[in-house]
């Protein structure tokens, strides 16, 4: 299956401050998208990516799809407590195929 | 968010145990997934329903049996599981659209094999 690295696997941080994490394949990807998952619940849909270049905001969150379409970034800027979860990235590779392929996440933790 | 509804949400059985997981989304969608999620591990993708109907099955072995009686309801039957199958399995589902493709998760069951 298709390869997804997603780094850092661990961030702690202080409160206020911005994050970055990003993700590569192995492969091309027609479609980027980022969860959210908090202890004891399922991954949440934070923002949805479709085309080469596109930046997308939701909040305080900012993702982008890289034009190599290999890559893909996302910042969370002046973070919070509830910040605190694992940020997951997946891609699509094939238009039209119900398939995800998912990294394994990075374990955000932010400091009051 | 209660879009995709997961039961139970905790779960223990001994090996020779036979349970089942159900999932059921509210949100219209035509395609329903199981995933397993161990710790530090990716996601893994089990099956797919397309229409009710099964179109991926990722090699999973005979003791896990799916089953999709509608597009909005999807079961996960275990039977005879091991140790390591002890995991977070989480049901998805989703519209297909020509825009791509959003997945949206249950909460969850979390079991535990003894």
């Known amino acids: 299956g298709q390869q997804l690295n997603q780094s850092p696997q661990s961030m702690f941080i202080q409160e206020g401050e911005d994050v970055s994490m990003n993700c590569t394949s192995s492969?091309?990807?027609?479609?980027w998208l980022w969860y959210k998952q908090d202890p004891g619940e399922g991954p949440v849909l934070l923002i949805a990516?479709?085309?080469?270049?596109e930046l997308t905001s939701n909040g305080r969150l900012t993702a982008q799809f890289g034009i190599t379409r290999k890559d893909s970034f996302l910042n969370i800027s002046a973070s919070i407590p509830s910040d605190v979860g694992i940020y997951f990235c997946?891609?699509?590779?094939?238009?039209?195929?119900?398939?995800?392929?998912f990294g394994t996440g990075t374990r955000l933790t932010v400091i009051p | 968010e209660t879009g995709v509804t997961q039961t139970p949400r905790h779960l223990v059985m001994g090996m020779t145990n036979k349970k089942s997981l159900k999932c059921e989304q509210h949100?219209?969608?035509?395609?329903m997934y199981w995933y397993k999620q161990s710790a530090k591990k990716p996601l893994e993708l089990m099956f797919v329903y397309n229409f009710k109907e099964q179109t991926e099955n990722n090699s999973v072995p005979s003791r896990f049996s799916p089953e999709c009686p509608n597009s909005s309801h999807l079961f996960l039957h275990l039977h005879t599981l091991q140790p390591e199958d002890s995991a977070l399995y989480l049901c998805?589902?989703?519209?297909?659209?020509?825009?791509?493709?959003?997945?949206?998760f249950g909460p969850g069951t979390r079991l535990t094999v003894t």
């Open positions: 990516l479709y085309k080469a270049g």
């Open positions: 998805a589902s989703s519209q297909e659209t020509s825009g791509g493709l959003k997945q949206y």
């Open positions: 997946a891609g699509q590779a094939l238009t039209g195929a119900n398939n995800l392929f």
């Open positions: 949100l219209g969608h035509n395609a």
């Open positions: 492969s091309i990807f027609n479609t």
